[in-house]
């Protein structure tokens, strides 16, 4: 067993000490409930803080800036962010099963990614590891916590918090928090506590199959080189929750942007690149590339979830997303294709300027985002029976919207103000404002 596991193994057992906040929650006085489920931990903090460094278990805990340092200071600020999150359990309505499932979730995640890592050292087997183990980790603990409390949480909704959890921790460690299990265990209690708060219907088939597509379309392209590792963990995340919270027919947009966008910034590489207007890490896609054209969507299909509590219709929110992703399909065409033609003009003054200019533009490019937009409109005909046509002409003018906003942005403050994926974010913001407010102006309905 190598270091990593027996490390990893021990956090393990640690973790397991959450599952005491489940038997205070029938204790009447608060001060007791709340020493009863934090104790263990702050003893487990203290203990990590006083242990000399030759003693067999610091060896166990031990990393290695906790060697250098001689104190555990990793096991320290874990248990500390696991005694905060009980503290938000006992004293703030934080349901008990998001928090035991969340420290199982990233304590076992760690275990079946170290055991992965011991016999096959590649990253991405690993993360898969991480999140398979994570996932049933996460929905074992929630199970055992509504057992203890005698509460009833349906299955589906327990396997969409676990996997919506699993991919966005494994997804934060890729990006930022590699070794900042604490800052991780806190962002994803948080993110789940607001998701176990949302009025969920989810069926058993609907997270089955939202489980199923996104993980095998997050793989394909990851395979085909149209995302990184972070990439693709954003978009299968981003995959469940439209799934989830919205519908089929809106992943339906949603992966025809994702899956014409990447094959577009891999058409005609090697000329992009000799053209100096090629997306950088051979055209697959990162996370700020995946978040700056979907993060505007995503809030949508948050907001459709909670729009009767916003006194709102969906529909406003379908064409904000709507809006915003024939945008974000739009912008990438016209630029990705666009690019390859010849005397591009600088949107705010037409003079021609070089390819590759931000806020350049031809009149291919400009063709080609039409159509692009027009795609989108196009599934959503599809996908959905009631939508109008008026609807339909109303996300590709969104589309448009945003679409001539990242010419103009690009031309204007991007270099400046922000760099290209803040201004790819304002577009779909354009966009999703655009599609929402006609929607609403016009009355048009799904």
């Given at each position: 067993?190598?270091?990593?596991?027996?490390?990893?193994?021990?956090?393990?057992?640690?973790?397991?000490?959450?599952?005491?906040?489940p038997?205070?929650?029938?204790?009447?006085?608060?001060?007791?409930?709340?020493v009863?489920?934090?104790?263990p931990?702050?003893?487990?903090?203290?203990?990590?803080?006083?242990?000399?460094?030759?003693?067999?278990?610091?060896?166990?805990?031990?990393?290695?800036?906790?060697?250098?340092?001689?104190?555990?200071?990793?096991?320290?600020?874990?248990?500390?962010?696991?005694?905060?999150?009980?503290?938000?359990?006992?004293?703030?309505?934080?349901?008990t099963?998001?928090?035991?499932?969340?420290?199982?979730?990233?304590?076992?995640?760690?275990?079946?990614?170290?055991?992965?890592?011991?016999?096959?050292?590649e990253?991405?087997r690993?993360?898969?590891?991480?999140?398979?183990?994570?996932?049933?980790?996460?929905?074992v603990?929630?199970?055992?916590?509504?057992?203890?409390?005698?509460?009833?949480?349906?299955?589906?909704?327990?396997?969409?918090?676990?996997?919506?959890?699993?991919?966005?921790?494994?997804?934060?460690?890729?990006?930022?928090?590699?070794?900042?299990?604490?800052?991780?265990?806190?962002?994803?209690?948080?993110?789940?506590?607001?998701?176990?708060?949302?009025?969920?219907?989810?069926?058993?088939?609907?997270?089955?199959?939202?489980?199923?597509?996104?993980?095998?379309?997050?793989?394909?392209?990851?395979?085909?080189?149209?995302?990184?590792?972070?990439?693709?963990?954003?978009?299968?995340?981003?995959?469940?929750?439209?799934?989830?919270?919205?519908?089929?027919?809106?992943?339906?947009?949603?992966?025809?942007?994702?899956?014409?966008?990447?094959?577009?910034?891999?058409?005609?590489y090697?000329?992009?690149?000799?053209?100096?207007?090629?997306?950088?890490?051979?055209?697959?896609?990162?996370?700020?590339?995946?978040?700056?054209?979907?993060?505007?969507?995503?809030?949508?299909?948050?907001?459709?979830?909670?729009?009767?509590?916003?006194?709102?219709?969906?529909?406003?929110?379908?064409?904000?997303?709507?809006?915003?992703v024939?945008?974000?399909?739009?912008?990438?065409?016209?630029?990705?294709l666009?690019?390859?033609?010849?005397?591009?003009?600088?949107?705010?003054?037409?003079?021609?300027?070089?390819?590759?200019?931000?806020?350049?533009?031809?009149?291919?490019?400009?063709?080609?985002?039409?159509?692009?937009?027009?795609?989108?409109?196009?599934?959503?005909?599809?996908?959905?029976?009631?939508?109008?046509?008026?609807?339909?002409?109303?996300?590709?003018?969104?589309?448009?919207?945003g679409?001539?906003?990242?010419?103009?942005?690009?031309?204007?403050?991007?270099?400046?103000?922000?760099?290209?994926?803040?201004?790819?974010?304002?577009?779909?913001?354009?966009a999703?404002?655009?599609?929402a407010?006609?929607?609403?102006?016009?009355?048009?309905?799904?």
């Amino acid at each position: 067993m190598t270091t990593g596991v027996r490390r990893a193994a021990a956090f393990a057992l640690v973790g397991c000490l959450a599952l005491i906040g489940p038997w205070v929650l029938g204790v009447q006085e608060p001060a007791v409930a709340t020493v009863a489920a934090i104790g263990p931990f702050l003893l487990v903090a203290a203990f990590a803080l006083t242990v000399p460094a030759d003693n067999v278990l610091f060896e166990l805990f031990a990393r290695p800036r906790d060697r250098r340092s001689g104190t555990l200071f990793g096991l320290a600020i874990f248990s500390l962010a696991a005694a905060g999150l009980a503290t938000l359990t006992v004293g703030f309505g934080m349901p008990t099963y998001v928090y035991v499932g969340t420290i199982f979730l990233l304590v076992f995640g760690n275990l079946g990614g170290q055991l992965v890592r011991a016999y096959v050292y590649e990253q991405v087997r690993a993360t898969a590891g991480f999140v398979t183990a994570g996932f049933l980790a996460a929905c074992v603990g929630q199970q055992l916590t509504m057992y203890i409390t005698d509460t009833g949480v349906n299955g589906p909704t327990i396997a969409f918090l676990a996997a919506s959890g699993a991919l966005f921790a494994a997804l934060l460690q890729q990006m930022m928090f590699q070794r900042d299990d604490a800052l991780v265990l806190v962002s994803v209690a948080l993110v789940l506590w607001l998701f176990s708060s949302l009025p969920l219907e989810i069926s058993s088939t609907r997270i089955t199959i939202a489980l199923v597509v996104t993980v095998v379309l997050g793989y394909a392209s990851f395979t085909l080189e149209t995302a990184s590792l972070p990439g693709m963990l954003t978009g299968v995340l981003l995959g469940l929750l439209t799934i989830v919270l919205g519908d089929y027919g809106w992943f339906a947009m949603l992966i025809a942007f994702f899956g014409i966008g990447g094959l577009s910034s891999k058409y005609r590489y090697d000329r992009k690149v000799e053209r100096g207007v090629a997306q950088e890490n051979e055209g697959a896609r990162g996370t700020g590339n995946v978040l700056a054209n979907s993060l505007v969507a995503l809030v949508a299909v948050l907001g459709a979830a909670v729009s009767p509590e916003l006194g709102l219709t969906k529909s406003v929110f379908f064409y904000a997303f709507a809006g915003a992703v024939a945008a974000a399909l739009a912008d990438t065409l016209s630029s990705e294709l666009g690019g390859l033609y010849d005397n591009p003009r600088l949107i705010t003054t037409l003079e021609v300027v070089e390819p590759g200019t931000n806020g350049a533009i031809t009149w291919q490019g400009t063709l080609f985002g039409l159509a692009g937009a027009s795609l989108i409109a196009g599934v959503a005909l599809v996908a959905f029976e009631g939508i109008p046509l008026l609807g339909v002409a109303l996300i590709v003018a969104a589309g448009f919207a945003g679409m001539t906003a990242d010419s103009i942005l690009g031309a204007t403050i991007e270099g400046r103000l922000c760099g290209n994926q803040g201004v790819n974010f304002l577009a779909t913001v354009v966009a999703a404002l655009v599609g929402a407010m006609l929607a609403d102006i016009l009355t048009v309905g799904v």
